[in-house]
């Protein structure tokens, strides 16, 4: 079966960095794209970045200039390199995968645990 892990959340003061990480494992999963939500509490979740297999990159406007987002295809690895952090980027980040499943040639859409990142002022 196919499981994404999120890790490098933590608290960090406004203006600072963070660096997230993801990492997909399991067999018979052919991965497309890769990408990360957030939900602050009371709040919606909301899309942050994405990357494709192509390294075709997406950012929500609220990050544009501060994150990165990168990928390797070899390692089904992807992190979120985030800078400038405010108080408002508080939030439980999400990593997620889709693609199709060898076996049944079906879309699947998996999501990690959650790693939280606390921006202090």
């Known amino acids: 079966q196919v499981q994404v892990v999120e890790s490098g959340g933590s608290l960090v003061q406004a203006g600072g960095s963070l660096r997230l990480s993801c990492a997909a494992s399991?067999?018979?999963?052919?991965?497309?794209?890769m990408g990360w939500y957030r939900q602050a509490t009371g709040k919606q979740r909301e899309f942050v970045a994405s990357?494709?297999?192509?390294?075709?990159?997406h950012y929500a406007d609220s990050v544009k200039g501060r994150f990165t987002i990168s990928r390797d295809n070899a390692k089904n690895t992807m992190s979120l390199q985030m800078n400038s952090l405010k108080p408002e980027d508080t939030a439980v980040y999400f990593c997620?995968?889709?693609?199709?499943?060898?076996?049944?040639?079906?879309?699947?859409?998996?999501w990690g645990q959650g790693t939280r990142v606390t921006v202090s002022s």
């Open positions: 399991g067999s018979m999963f052919s991965i497309n794209t």
């Open positions: 997620y995968a889709d693609g199709v499943v060898h076996t049944t040639s079906r879309y699947l859409e998996v």
């Open positions: 990357i494709t297999t192509v390294l075709s990159t």
